[in-house]
């Protein structure tokens, strides 16, 4: 089994839609969260930490489940430069190793 | 700015040859990591490091070798390219006490082609 999962989309949204994506993880006691954006043929960076209490940076909202062990990410007002791919992180329980999901791709249509 | 740097950018290579793909940071972090990336594809772990002199494999078969002598430096060899080699090669690395909250910084990448 997989430690992330996420549907890889691809989703394709017009311009000032709300779109969410959910990620699943296996280990209940990993440590992190986080979501990275990857444009193509780039390198991934980092988006935001995502936290127990749930955190909002701008447009971006992260949330984290740890009961049913998921977390997810909801843009708002999307902009076409937002179009990217999402990448859901994980870690282990001690933290030294991050898990990478295979990415939702994200394309705002005009 | 990026703090971790990767060169070369692009490669084109002959099968055979020995290449060495170098990473450098200069924000003193403890753990870098190698990964292999596809276009449109998964990122997968070749190689990690947690400190000078401590290097493991990753998920990943790979018949890449690398090293960490000094604590901002993480080079990964091939020893004889091949064309399956032919991928996206990302460097990383992380502060352990950080980690928790700052996650990953990657490199830009080598672009790696073997003909």
């Known amino acids: 089994r997989k430690e992330v999962e996420q549907d890889p989309g691809p989703f394709n949204v017009p311009e000032g839609a709300t779109v969410a994506f959910n990620c699943t993880y296996s280990?209940?006691?990993?440590?992190?969260f986080f979501w990275y954006r990857q444009d193509c043929r780039k390198e991934p960076k980092l988006l935001m930490s995502?936290?127990?209490s749930g955190n909002e940076d701008g447009r971006f909202t992260a949330q984290l489940n740890r009961a049913s062990q998921y977390i997810s990410l909801l843009i708002r007002d999307s902009k076409l430069s937002d179009s990217a791919t999402y990448l859901c992180v994980v870690t282990s329980n001690t933290g030294n190793q991050f898990y990478f999901g295979t990415g939702t791709s994200l394309t705002v249509i005009p | 700015e990026a703090d971790i740097y990767q060169t070369p950018r692009y490669l084109v290579i002959g099968t055979g040859k020995k290449i060495t793909l170098e990473c450098s940071q200069t924000m003193g972090h403890d753990k870098m990591y190698w990964y292999q990336q596809d276009p449109g594809m998964e990122l997968h772990l070749i190689h990690y490091s947690y400190g000078v002199n401590s290097t493991e494999k990753g998920d990943l078969s790979s018949e890449s070798t690398v090293s960490r002598i000094r604590t901002e430096h993480f080079p990964l060899t091939l020893e004889s390219a091949r064309p399956s080699h032919t991928s996206q090669y990302l460097c990383?690395?992380?502060?352990?006490?950080?980690?928790?909250?700052?996650?990953?910084?990657f490199g830009s990448g080598t672009r790696l082609t073997v003909v």
């Open positions: 995502v936290y127990s």
């Open positions: 990383a690395s992380s502060s352990h006490l950080a980690a928790a909250n700052y996650g990953y910084t």
């Open positions: 280990n209940s006691a990993s440590q992190s």
